[in-house]
């Protein structure tokens, strides 16, 4: 709780610098953006700057690193119970839900990305990665089994590509009605195909404001057991980010 | 005919170059070598260089764009005798093909692209334009159909995931055995998840060395109504590059 509050009085830095970065972003473009108008912006160094973000890239995408964490613990706290198509397709809805948390900063960066043919690219790497720990957890899960690995590495690509098309569906209509609604769907389709039975899935309900409690099996453990980093995550998780991207688009006096 | 013979007689300047970047990253690493050292190589100028390649990256895989030249024709060229799904198959088996026809080479650019993080990326754009081409073809085939593009997306996705795993099996083995055999066994069990009855592949009994016969329906023309530029493409597809490669190995006394 103490970190939320941190977080509602002051962003922290990391969440200045996307602030800083992003307002730039949009004002500017984002090739004539440079990292030192950036801390120039946030008030703080370079060093600061390179902290937080390995290139000028990351602060576009501050939070897949995040995700792809609490995915890959979302995986290896699976056990024998869980059915492996239906779990991967669990586990692909934590990406959305990181994308509906924040609904205009992810539509702004849809937009930009789709502009900027580096950071197409940088999202096309970010991609692969999810489709990498999604089939490394099938073919963990698939080990002995003919064609264990070809199952595996076909069925993650369905998965992405099933959820991708829902979430840029999604971000193609400015972040407007349910994401979860859509991409559940799409995952449906999936498990249909490769024999998972499609079900009313356990988001099916969520919408993006209360998105996170449908995972109760995500391995996120009470908020006084957390080390200090994950403290940090939930700050992130909360208002901070879009209250400052909503300041932008005020200043700006977007949509 | 000529042109074979033309190519055969001296490796046209696009393959001198191909081989003069391939023996010198083999030599120095790719990082180390520059455009520079290329066309010195090569005994040409930059312009000539940047002629044929936009960047350095480019010339490692110099036959992407003809192979995604050739399956956009090879799909635009189809009916509505074709059943999709099988159809995108025998379009992702064109890529095997270009792989195929030389093993020395796709082997060696296989391992030179897990090294360098640049190619990696460079690689991941290049399956993405693959997949896209497939998906558009599938969306076009499903117009009207309910839930039509994401059906698209997720085949064209399990498609490429499925040939991609067996391609890197081939490659992994250093072109050992039987590609075609590989992924055919891949494209069927795409085809069985998404209703396509699997069958015997049209490419089933082809090798690296008579694959080329097996596609009769690949659009090209006979050799005396080809434009210019596709002669080019033949003369590309016979022997120089495979002795040119044969040259290096023997120069740099690897296998």
Not at 33 to 59: C, H, M, N, W
Not at 72 to 86: I, M, Q
Not at 236 to 251: F, H, K, N, S
Request: glycine letters at 6%; charged letters at 25%.
């Amino acid at each position: 709780m103490s970190a939320t509050h941190k977080a509602e009085a002051k962003p922290p830095m990391r969440d200045a610098l996307v602030a800083a970065a992003f307002r730039l972003f949009l004002e500017r473009g984002y090739e004539q953006t440079t990292v030192d108008d950036i801390v120039a912006l946030a008030g703080v160094g370079r060093r600061s700057f390179f902290r937080y973000f390995p290139s000028k890239e990351d602060v576009v995408f501050p939070d897949h690193e995040r995700c792809l964490a609490d995915m890959t613990a979302f995986l290896a706290a699976s056990g024998k119970e869980h059915e492996p198509v239906r779990r991967v397709c669990d586990a692909a809805r934590l990406v959305l839900l990181m994308y509906a948390e924040n609904p205009s900063f992810s539509v702004q960066r849809y937009r930009l990305t789709k502009q900027v043919p580096g950071l197409r690219a940088y999202e096309l790497s970010v991609v692969w990665r999810y489709e990498r720990a999604l089939a490394e957890y099938l073919r963990g899960r698939f080990t002995g089994r003919p064609d264990g690995n070809l199952h595996a590495d076909v069925i993650a690509a369905a998965v992405v590509a099933a959820h991708n098309n829902a979430l840029r569906s999604w971000l193609r209509s400015a972040g407007q009605g349910d994401a979860s609604t859509t991409v559940d769907h799409a995952l449906g389709y999936v498990q249909s195909a490769f024999g998972a039975p499609p079900t009313a899935s356990t988001a099916s309900t969520s919408t993006a404001a209360t998105a996170r409690p449908v995972f109760p099996s995500l391995p996120m453990p009470p908020a006084d057991e957390m080390p200090d980093d994950v403290v940090e995550v939930v700050s992130r998780r909360g208002a901070p980010l879009w209250r400052v991207v909503q300041e932008i688009e005020m200043t700006l006096g977007r949509d």
